[in-house]
């Protein structure tokens, strides 16, 4: 008699928009493992294209509402490349420093509100505030921090109204960050509190093989530049980008899937980042990264919420020091000039690597544009982690393996507003 | 007591407005403390069945599927509230229903039972009646917030519906039109930021959609005198907003005076 099971969940929770999975075991044998992303198509690609080029740091940010710092991070760089210049000295370190604030405000939800109540068996943070109060409270006024930062140099903590291609619209006064002190200073006690916390929890027994990918710079941790590295030899400028990766339609999932040519599936993200560039963490990170028992590369995914908390912490310090280290530059913002042309640029969202192009016309609208976001890379590696973890754990009754599987999904923070910006306006019709 | 339940949904939109929830990070659990929260997939795993009290939709309608899930969904609340720039006017997604005309001899004899809802982005309104709807590409959570807590005490919510220029004038900004010269939306734009981005030394670009009985037409001949084109004066209105009544309307109404100039 053969004994077939499906385990599907029709829309997950506690991620950032709409998402579904599905396996089916037929006598132990895995049949079928499927991610798929099912949030309707916004094809902002497609209408992007003849608009003003100063519009995309506001337009692309509303792919996504929990990192929206991201999108105006990645889409000024390109076109700052497009156009030759340079942001440098204060501007470039404010610039660092609101995407410190994001981090803080992404992982500390995703820590919290999204990942925590896994690992200690609750539907929700909220649940999870009925027993533990002080922790959900904690998370919260840690999270509270993050956007403060955003709130302060970008206006507002969603789609913040400040950030333009050459700099800022307006810049801070040094009283003004200052202002940002005594809570960070909080943060800072509380990030390490987390990193403790988290590392107390019981994680399922996963060595994966990934081929991590991230930005790598010589001097810091990568926010807004650097090339692009792999564990694997790959190291290349972010205009070769396409030249590495490529994006795939798959028929049941409406954002495309990348995957680097010839090799396949790899990671982005938190663990990447960390395993890439443990070196440029500050001290106390990586004490605080030792003391949870991370190695200087993590391949166990469900660990990613420790390594969260340790970013957490180093964009604490790092925002602390540019705070601390701030002069106020001449102007909001470095002057260029329009010209035709093509440019890219790759930030590190909260979620991994996110790459923009665009080609611009001699009148300064955009002729072109391209979008990859992390939750798209990591889709190919989510399944893979997805099919690992089934195989360990098949004698766990249906309720419990979808709650190990959703919870090894949920391990990349994924972001499916993100994923589904969509390339182009090709919906099928047949 | 049974607490008053809630329900959060999604349609196409980018998460922030329900994202403005879990960010009042002061009240949150407060506000748990005081209504069940029913069904809210971004934040919890656990789903009870309806009805619930009160419904919040983020998003517009982009897909047959949708068009019908959200008819369920009415029937499965009391009150209805739509929040954001998607839900109440289509979003930036809308950018499309022009787009969309422009091909549309590409899709139209195809197959044309699909042209309305996936070539559309429309609002939830132009679906399913709804009890009140909040502006803003995202929403302001304290106004959502109001707007939560009005609705459970049985009130109207407190939500002004005059223009960024009023809010400009409680805080003592300089105007930036006046000032800097710089083009702004904030005369025809409604309230509920705090004319953040006349703060910021920035036009406003609309993201609270208009204000009640707007005067677009007046405004788009002012920024004329500043020297905007009409297809700068296209872009403006054609944004987070686009397909609201009063904004659309101004848009085509420059559209159409290129494509006349362009046959002259
Ligand atoms: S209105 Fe704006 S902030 Fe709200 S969901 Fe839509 S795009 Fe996001
Ligand atoms: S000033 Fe205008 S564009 Fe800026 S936040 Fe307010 S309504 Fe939105």
Redesign the pocket.
């Known amino acids: 008699m053969t004994n077939a099971r499906e385990i599907s969940v029709e829309y997950l929770a506690r991620v950032e928009g709409e998402g579904s999975m599905r396996v089916e075991v037929v006598d132990d044998h895995i049949e079928h493992v499927e991610f798929s992303i099912f949030e309707p198509p916004r094809f902002f690609e497609a209408f992007l294209r003849g608009r003003p080029h100063t519009d995309a740091p506001d337009i692309t940010a509303r792919i996504c509402g929990i990192c929206p710092i991201a999108y105006q991070m990645s889409s000024v760089h390109a076109m700052e490349d497009a156009f030759g210049v340079t942001v440098g000295g204060p501007l470039r370190e404010l610039r660092r420093l609101i995407y410190c604030g994001e981090w803080i405000e992404s992982h500390a939800l995703h820590i919290y509100l999204l990942h925590a109540p896994d690992f200690l068996g609750y539907q929700s943070g909220i649940h999870m505030a009925a027993d533990h109060r002080d922790v959900v409270e904690r998370g919260l006024r840690l999270k509270k921090a993050g956007n403060a930062i955003v709130g302060l140099l970008g206006?507002?903590e969603i789609h913040p109204?400040n950030v333009k291609v050459g700099g800022f619209y307006r810049t801070p006064t040094k009283a003004e960050l200052e202002t940002l002190v005594p809570e960070l200073e909080w943060a800072k006690e509380a990030a390490i509190e987390t990193i403790r916390f988290v590392s107390g929890f019981t994680f399922p027994e996963a060595d994966m093989d990934f081929e991590f990918v991230s930005l790598s710079h010589p001097d810091e941790y990568p926010f807004n530049e650097g090339r692009i590295i792999s564990n694997r030899g790959l190291d290349i400028s972010v205009a070769e980008f396409n030249e590495t990766f490529v994006e795939e339609h798959v028929e049941r999932s409406n954002a495309l899937h990348s995957r680097i040519r010839e090799r396949g599936a790899y990671h982005v993200g938190p663990l990447a980042r960390y395993s890439l560039n443990f070196d440029k963490l500050t001290p106390l990170a990586q004490n605080l990264a030792r003391e949870a028992g991370l190695e200087r590369v993590c391949m166990n995914p469900f660990k990613s919420i420790v390594v969260r908390s340790v970013e957490t912490l180093y964009a604490v310090e790092e925002a602390l020091r540019i705070i601390d280290e701030y002069e106020p530059p001449a102007a909001p913002a470095v002057p260029y000039t329009v010209k035709e042309g093509e440019g890219h640029g790759a930030t590190e969202a909260p979620r991994g690597l996110l790459y923009h192009r665009y080609r611009v016309h001699d009148d300064g609208r955009i002729a072109d544009a391209q979008i990859v976001p992390p939750t798209a890379q990591n889709q190919l590696t989510i399944e893979s982690d997805l099919r690992y973890v089934l195989e360990r754990h098949l004698d766990l009754p249906d309720e419990e393996l979808a709650w190990v599987l959703e919870q090894s999904i949920r391990n990349y923070d994924p972001c499916i507003s993100c994923a589904t910006h969509f390339l182009d306006l090709t919906v099928d019709r047949g | 007591m049974a607490l008053p339940t809630l329900a959060v949904h999604k349609f196409a939109s980018c998460d922030g407005c329900q994202l403005s929830l879990l960010d009042l990070e002061d009240e949150l659990l407060a506000v748990a403390g005081v209504v069940q929260i029913a069904n809210f997939m971004e934040a919890s795993r656990e789903v009870l069945p309806p009805p619930y009290d009160v419904t919040l939709i983020e998003g517009s309608v982009t897909t047959a599927h949708d068009a019908e899930r959200i008819k369920q969904i009415r029937e499965e609340t009391g009150v209805l509230i739509t929040i954001g720039a998607c839900a109440t006017a289509g979003g930036i997604q809308a950018l499309r229903n022009w787009k969309d005309v422009d091909d549309f001899t590409r899709y139209v004899y195809a197959h044309p039972a699909y042209i309305d809802t996936l070539q559309m982005s429309t609002p939830i309104s132009d679906h399913v009646a709804v009890d009140f709807e909040l502006r803003?590409?995202p929403v302001s959570k304290y106004q959502l917030l109001e707007v939560l807590v009005a609705f459970l005490q049985g009130r109207r919510p407190n939500i002004p519906t005059y223009s960024?220029c009023v809010e400009c004038k409680l805080k003592g900004n300089p105007c930036v039109m006046v000032a800097q010269g710089t083009p702004c939306?904030?005369p025809v734009?409604?309230a509920?930021?705090n004319?953040?981005?006349?703060t910021y030394d920035?036009g406003?670009?609309?993201?609270?959609g208009p204000m009640e009985s707007p005067n677009t037409g007046s405004l788009a001949d002012r920024w004329k005198e500043m020297g905007a084109s009409e297809r700068d004066l296209v872009d403006a209105f054609r944004s987070f907003n686009a397909w609201s009544d009063a904004f659309r309307e101004e848009s085509d109404r420059q559209q159409a005076s290129i494509e006349i100039g362009g046959v002259r």
Do not use: D, K, M, N
Request: hydrophobic content about 30%; aromatic content about 10%.
């Open positions: 206006g507002r109204i | 803003g590409c960024v939306l904030g734009t409604q509920g930021c004319a953040l981005c006349p920035r406003c670009f609309g993201c609270f």
